[in-house]
């Protein structure tokens, strides 16, 4: 199964990446600020996953489309 319509998924991710590095700049965050902290290190995680992985989607498309030509 190939991944499409992924711009819902980035935009979201954005949106709460914003969010916690408001958080992370507001005083109030205290003991809060190494939960923060995981979080947008797992959002990273998340959307750095996703780009390789539409990356490698691209090439695999790429390529099954020259196999098939190529039979």
Known sequence: MLL????????ELEGHQ???QAM??????GSFLDEVVKWQKRLQTIEAVLSTWLEVQEKWVELEEV???GF
């Open 24 to 29: 992370q700049s507001n005083s109030a965050a």
């Open 18 to 20: 914003v969010t916690l």
């Open 4 to 11: 499409a319509n992924t711009d819902p998924i980035f935009e």
């Open 67 to 69: 196999c098939v030509k």
